[in-house]
């Protein structure tokens, strides 16, 4: 049995994990773009920048499935990943400073390829060890506290930026970075895991066939729904505050920040609250919530009544992942839990991938309050995938969750 000290500590690497993996998105997706742009680098190479760093979360497939069949120097299949991710992204950040983009750009991409290899190995080894040490009654906790984690991170990591690079103080982020990867690698030493593992964990080709099962197929396509409407729809909000309801683009910011808390509510509340109620009622509150509040978003008049309407639609997103990650802790197959798991995230990539440009094509053919509209209604859609996914899963016995 699992100590009430070791399950904190993984808890609290859980979160650690997470928090730092919130920064370093958040410095992808919005701050490194300025950085290089302080350099006079053109738009063009950024672009490139942002596709070839997209490769390592391409192959976190297969990181998952190494994971899953080595033991790595016989230390465990997932913390020695965990430590050498930590390790090759924390080092990554910390040598960026001494390099400039301009003059040593081959050596600049290339600590931004290892932070980033860095970051989808620990990631998905870390998903690893939560489907393989945490019970079911304690996976939408979890993922509660991931999905927190994250939205926390980008709120407060996201000030800190922007007060560093308004300054110039570049180098302050990377190591700001480096210090938050540390911290999360002494955590990381601190958790034990068990260096072999029990029979029924060891990896077989034979739990590929898990892929096979009609219920996960279900929900792989939920899945695929999910992300294309809810980050298509949250991906244009800002423009829509901006463009639609004349909000500066400082206040956007704080928009931002309020989304940002709705979704730490959403995840800390999900957990609890998928527990009490359970999978199927919390999958389909998640969608009529999702649905209720991107309507919301078409038909709010107001720049001040969006306040509360993104906070919750912030709300809705952190509940809406809790909700859909805990349930893919408990589709993967124990034996490939780290590969499966990845393959799950992969799939709602993809969603993500064709929902963004087909938003663009809906706000510039019907604006964005038809967008909204349109992706509201794609959730309802998704309510007999869910009914037809559940009546399914009485007819197959779940995966008993084992400890490590």
Do not use: C
Not at 13 to 36: C, D, K, P, Q, W
């Amino acid at each position: 049995m699992t100590s009430s000290k070791e399950r904190l500590q993984r808890l609290a690497l859980f979160a650690a994990v997470y928090f730092v993996e919130g920064a370093v998105l958040t410095y992808f997706s919005a701050f490194n773009i300025l950085y290089l742009r302080s350099f006079d680098l053109s738009f063009s190479l950024i672009g490139v920048v942002g596709g070839i760093l997209l490769i390592p979360f391409v192959l976190k497939i297969f990181i998952g499935l190494l994971s899953d069949r080595v033991n790595l120097f016989k230390q465990g299949h997932r913390k020695p990943y965990i430590v050498i991710g930590l390790v090759l992204q924390t080092a990554a950040f910390a040598l960026l400073p001494a390099f400039n983009p301009n003059s040593q750009f081959n050596i600049y991409l290339t600590l931004m390829m290892v932070a980033a290899l860095g970051m989808s190995t620990y990631d998905t080894t870390t998903d690893g060890l939560s489907i393989d040490t945490t019970p079911e009654e304690d996976r939408g906790l979890v993922q509660g506290i991931m999905v927190g984690g994250r939205a926390l991170s980008a709120v407060v990591t996201a000030v800190l930026m922007g007060f560093f690079s308004n300054r110039g103080q570049w180098s302050l982020i990377f190591y700001m970075i480096a210090a938050l990867g540390l911290l999360t690698l002494i955590l990381a030493f601190l958790v034990q895991e068990k260096k072999e593992r029990t029979p029924e964990m060891q990896f077989t080709k034979a739990a590929l066939s898990s892929f096979k099962d009609k219920s996960f197929l279900l929900f792989l396509a939920l899945g695929l729904i999910y992300p294309l409407a809810l980050y298509s729809a949250q991906g244009m909000v800002g423009a829509f505050l901006n463009e639609g309801l004349g909000v500066s683009l400082k206040t956007v910011g704080l928009y931002t920040s309020v989304f940002g808390i709705g979704t730490i509510f959403g995840g800390v509340i999900g957990g609890p609250l998928m527990k009490k109620i359970g999978e199927r009622a919390s999958v389909l509150a998640a969608l009529l919530i999702t649905s209720a509040v991107t309507f919301a978003l078409a038909i709010t008049p107001s720049a001040g009544l969006m306040w509360a309407v993104v906070f919750l639609f912030g709300f809705a997103f952190g509940y809406y992942e809790t909700v859909y990650f805990a349930m893919g802790m408990d589709f993967s197959d124990p034996r490939i839990a780290a590969f499966m798991f990845a393959f799950i995230m992969a799939v709602g990539n993809i969603g993500i991938g064709v929902g963004q440009p087909l938003a663009g094509g809906l706000v510039d053919t019907f604006g964005f309050q038809m967008m909204f509209a349109i992706f509201a209604t794609v959730h309802l859609l998704a309510l007999p995938v869910v009914f037809a996914l559940f009546r399914l899963r009485k007819q197959t016995p779940k995966k008993v969750p084992l400890e490590v």
